[in-house]
């Protein structure tokens, strides 16, 4: 029986195969199909072709114990949970940057970040790089954002009142001041400015007038909406809700202040002398000589001692700039 010697190819012998071809891809109107030639060697290495990785289960991941040397478990598109030996699993997602270059960014420690949770992240990732973002750029992006201070109302009201303060009397800055911290402040601490609508301003100005105090609420009215407007000039919000609520608000109750009539001054003075309020000496004084000179209070405050004759005991108002206006 003859035997033969199968026969060897030598090396000059190529074999050759349809496979896909990257140029092709690359300019398929050029060269009009999706496949090319490539010549391989019968005795070179068999082609690789791409690892079929099997999705991991959360048992897997949750039952995977730390070893002495980190390792990993691949969920395949990327993303794995890294085992390390303290006993942490952290998810990161592996992919190449669309500027070039590969590189990874975590997704957080499981258990709090679930298989689903981490999936769910790797393709939003995933849709950040088909739209031509870096993942990583967004993330820090985000952070940014969150780690800047919120402009709350009260942030750009005080802000505000600084900037008027050199512009008031110190009795004008504090009383508008303790208004907001009273009326305002408590309601609107937290959010930030730009959510605030029309609605929102009106309830908290509806509670000054059910209190009766409806000129107090005009007033705060026409500071918020002064606070707003600061805030568009500083770049702040592009918008003033609190513009046109003073319209809409109760006019305020229009009437003489309260005053004592002849028959109950005698009555008021006994209770004045009998008072043992802590009002000091200077204050008693003050309250006296109102009640016998018939002066305004900021005549006699403000009333220079060249206008007080101690020995004659007279008090010569006549000269006030307000007396002259009179």
């Known amino acids: 029986m003859d035997i033969k010697e199968t026969a060897v190819p030598t090396l000059g012998q190529r074999f050759f195969c349809l496979t896909t071809a990257q ?22 290495a068999t082609l690789k072709m791409p690892k079929s990785i099997p999705p991991l289960t959360d048992r897997q991941v949750r039952n995977a114990n730390p070893a002495e040397r980190l390792f990993r478990l691949f969920d395949g598109a990327g993303l794995y949970v890294e085992i390390n030996p303290s006993g942490s699993k952290v998810w990161w997602f592996k992919y190449r940057r669309p500027q070039g270059g590969e590189t990874r960014i975590s997704f957080g420690a499981y258990p709090g970040v679930s298989l689903a949770a981490a999936r769910l992240k790797r393709e939003e990732a995933r849709q950040l790089l088909l739209s031509g973002a870096d993942p990583a750029e967004a993330k820090r992006a985000a952070r940014a954002v ?14 505000w009142h600084a900037t008027m303060i050199d512009q008031w009397q110190p009795g004008t800055a504090e009383n508008i001041l303790r208004r907001f911290q009273i009326d305002v402040f408590p309601f609107f601490n937290q959010g930030a400015i730009t959510a605030i609508s029309a609605s929102d301003l009106l309830a908290v100005l509806r509670r000054i007038e059910q209190r009766g105090a409806r000129e107090v609420a005009k007033r705060m009215a026409a500071d918020i909406s002064r606070v707003f407007e600061h ?35 005698p009555a008021f003075l006994h209770a004045f002398v009998r008072n043992n309020a ?25 009333a220079p001692w060249s206008e007080i004759d101690v020995e004659s005991g007279e008090f010569d108002w006549r000269t006030m700039s307000t007396a002259i206006e009179n």
């Not at 891809?25 to 090319?36: E, I, N, S």
């Open 146 to 159: 969150q780690a800047a201070p919120v402009n709350t109302f009260e942030r750009v009201a005080r802000d």
């Open 231 to 265: 805030g568009m000039n500083c770049g702040i919000i592009d918008r003033n809700p609190a513009a046109k609520l003073g319209k809409v608000l109760k006019p305020p109750l229009k009437g003489h202040f309260a005053a004592i009539g002849a028959d109950e001054l």
């Open 278 to 302: 802590c009002m000091g000496p200077l204050v008693r004084i003050a309250m006296h000589l109102l009640l016998l000179l018939f002066v305004r209070t900021s005549e006699l405050i403000e």
């Open 23 to 44: 140029n092709v891809y690359l300019q398929p109107m050029r060269f009009g199909v999706v496949l090319g030639v490539i010549f391989i060697h019968p005795f070179s």
